[in-house]
C-alpha cells in the first residue's frame, strides 16, 4: 500500500491546534452557497468519518462552527450536500480560531484560502508539490510505456524527484516539528529501501536467502515512519491503514511470525496510553475474529494462539487497566483463555479414557492411524444435527485410507445418544462418552460449545481444530490425496 497515495486521497488538509479553554471558532465562506445550505464538520478516525457538528450558511455563503471545548488534533472536512469541500487538519498547540475560503473561479476552479492558519497553508503546499511530483513521475512511466528507449532516462529522473521530495519533506518536518503536520509528512513517507543484500553469487540457495533478508527488512523498517508517540495520527486516514497492511501484508500468516512483531509495535505504542490503547484493541479485535486458516503440508493453522498471547501478556497481566473496568469483557477473555489453553493448533492432543456403548473403556491414545478425527457433539445440538453427518460422509471417503473417528457425546442420556447413532448411521466410529464428566474433557479441549472438532496426526498433535465438514474434506484432500487447497476456508 503506497502511503503517498493514502495521504493524497484526502485532498486538501491543514491543522490548528488546541488552546486549553478557548474551543474552537472556525469560520468557512463558501462561494456560490446559498442561503440556510447545511455544512458538515467531521472527523477521520482510522478507515471512518464521524460527524462532529453542523453550521448553516448565511445569505453571504458564511458558516461558523464555534464551541468552547477544544477538537482533539486530527484530520478533519467540510461536506456540504454530500460533497466533500476540503479537509483540513487540528494540531492540538495551535489557535483553533481561524477562517477558510472556499474560492470558486470563472471557470469554477477551486482554491482554498486559509487567514491566520499558517501550518494549514504549509500543509496545502506540501500536498500540492507532492501531487505535482507524482504527476511529473507518471508522465515518464507513460512515456517508457511508448519508448523503451527512453527507460534509462526516465529511471534516472525519477531518482531526482525522489531524492527532491525526500529533502523537501525533511525540510516541512525540521520546520514544523512538534505539530501535527510534520508527523504526517513522515507517515506517507515510504519505507526506506533495503541496502543490497551481501550473499555469494554461486550460494546455492541464493534466491532463498534473498527473500529471507528482504522479508526481515520490510518486517523491521515498514513502520519506522510512523510515530507511535503521536495519537493524532490515530484521527487521519495515515496511521490505521498502513498498521493494518502490515500486519495482513507484511508478515507471515502465521502465529510464530506475528506474535512477536505484536509485542515489538505494542512496545513503541506504549509512548502514547492513548495509541496503546488503540493498537492493543484493534490487534485483539482482529485476531479474535479471524476467520482464515493458513494451511500446509503439517496443519491448518488459525489465530488462536496469537489471541491468547495477547490476552494473557497484555489483559490478564495488568498492562490493560482501563479494560478491566468492564467486568464482562474480562471474564470473557478468562474464559477464552482457559478454554483454548491446551489445545492449540501443534500442541500434544490430551489423553482420554472413555467408555464406549458397549461398556467397555477406550483410550484416544489407542488409535493407531494417520490421522484421528475428534468429535465432541449434543444430540440435541441443532448445529450438531447437520454438521456430524456431514463430517461423517468425509469420514466414509478416508475411513479405509488412513482416517479414524473417536466421537465424544458430551451429555448424560444414553437412549438420545443411541438413538441419534442409529439414525445418522454413525455407528462405524468410535462412539464413546463420559456421563459423569471425570476426564475433564470439557476443559482439555474448549468443549464450551458443540460441536467441537479436532483434527489429529499419528503422534496425536492437533494439526486442526474448530474443523468444519469442508475444512475436513480439504485437509484430509491435501495430506492424503496431494490435491491443492482449492478456496479459502
Known amino acids: 500500500m503506497n502511503r503517498r497515495i493514502i495521504f493524497l486521497m484526502t485532498m486538501l488538509a491543514f491543522f490548528p491546534g488546541l488552546v486549553a479553554g478557548q474551543g474552537y471558532r472556525i469560520e468557512l465562506l463558501l462561494d456560490d452557497a446559498q442561503k440556510d445550505s447545511t455544512v458538515l464538520l467531521a472527523r477521520y478516525g482510522g478507515n471512518s468519518k464521524y460527524a462532529v457538528d453542523t453550521a448553516l450558511t448565511d445569505s453571504q455563503g458564511r458558516a461558523l462552527f464555534s464551541k468552547d471545548t477544544p477538537l482533539p488534533g486530527g484530520l478533519y472536512l467540510f461536506a456540504s450536500g454530500g460533497v466533500l469541500l476540503c479537509d483540513f487538519l487540528i494540531s492540538d498547540d495551535e489557535s483553533q480560531q481561524f477562517s477558510v ?142 498498521f493494518e497492511y502490515y500486519f495482513q501484508n507484511k508478515l507471515i500468516q502465521h502465529p510464530d511470525s506475528i506474535i512477536p512483531q505484536i509485542h515489538a509495535v505494542l512496545e513503541l505504542a506504549k509512548a502514547d496510553s492513548t495509541m496503546f490503547m488503540f493498537c492493543l484493541g484493534h490487534l485483539f479485535n482482529t485476531y479474535i475474529q479471524w476467520k482464515t486458516y493458513t494451511i500446509n503440508a503439517e496443519h491448518a493453522m488459525g489465530m488462536e494462539a496469537v489471541v491468547l498471547d495477547i490476552i494473557n501478556n497484555y489483559y490478564l497481566s495488568g498492562q490493560a487497566a482501563w479494560a478491566e473496568k468492564d467486568t464482562s469483557f474480562m471474564k470473557s477473555i478468562r474464559e477464552y483463555a482457559h478454554y483454548n489453553a491446551h489445545s492449540l493448533v501443534d500442541m500434544k492432543a490430551h489423553d482420554l479414557k472413555m467408555q464406549m456403548i458397549t461398556g467397555e473403556y477406550v483410550s484416544l491414545y489407542d488409535i493407531q492411524t494417520p490421522y484421528t478425527l475428534l468429535i465432541f457433539f449434543d444430540s440435541n445440538c441443532g448445529h450438531c ?105
Open 101 to 242: 475560503h472556499y474560492k470558486k473561479d470563472k471557470d469554477k476552479s477551486v482554491d482554498i484560502i486559509y487567514t491566520n492558519s499558517p501550518e494549514n497553508v504549509a500543509f496545502l503546499d506540501f500536498q500540492k508539490y507532492l501531487g505535482q511530483r507524482q504527476r511529473a513521475g507518471n508522465r515518464l512511466r507513460e512515456r517508457v510505456q511508448e519508448d523503451t528507449a527512453f527507460v534509462a532516462i526516465a529511471r534516472d529522473s525519477l531518482k531526482i524527484i525522489a531524492d527532491e521530495e525526500k529533502a523537501y519533506t525533511r525540510q516541512v518536518m525540521t520546520q514544523w516539528q512538534g505539530k501535527l503536520l510534520a508527523s504526517m509528512a513522515r507517515a506517507v513517507q515510504p519505507a526506506a529501501v533495503a541496502p543490497e543484500p551481501d550473499i555469494p553469487e554461486d550460494a546455492g540457495n541464493r534466491d532463498s536467502l534473498r527473500w529471507v533478508y528482504y522479508y526481515n527488512w520490510e518486517k523491521n523498517h515498514y513502520l519506522d515512519n510512523l510515530d507511535f508517540s503521536d495519537n493524532r495520527l490515530l484521527n487521519t486516514p495515515v496511521f490505521q491503514p498502513n
Open 385 to 489: 444435527k447437520t454438521e456430524v453427518p456431514k463430517l461423517h460422509e468425509v469420514y466414509v471417503k478416508y475411513k479405509d485410507r488412513g482416517l479414524q473417528a473417536f466421537c465424544v457425546y458430551t451429555q448424560g442420556n444414553g437412549q438420545e445418544w443411541l438413538k441419534f447413532l442409529q439414525e445418522n448411521q454413525l455407528e462405524d466410529w468410535i462412539n464413546v462418552w463420559d456421563p459423569y464428566r471425570q476426564t475433564g474433557f470439557h476443559d482439555w479441549y474448549g468443549v464450551n460449545t458443540t460441536p467441537q472438532v479436532f483434527l489429529l496426526n499419528r503422534d496425536k498433535t492437533i494439526i486442526a481444530r474448530r474443523v468444519s465438514h469442508d475444512l475436513l474434506s480439504q485437509l484430509l484432500g491435501l495430506y492424503i490425496d496431494n490435491e491443492p487447497i482449492k478456496e479459502e476456508v
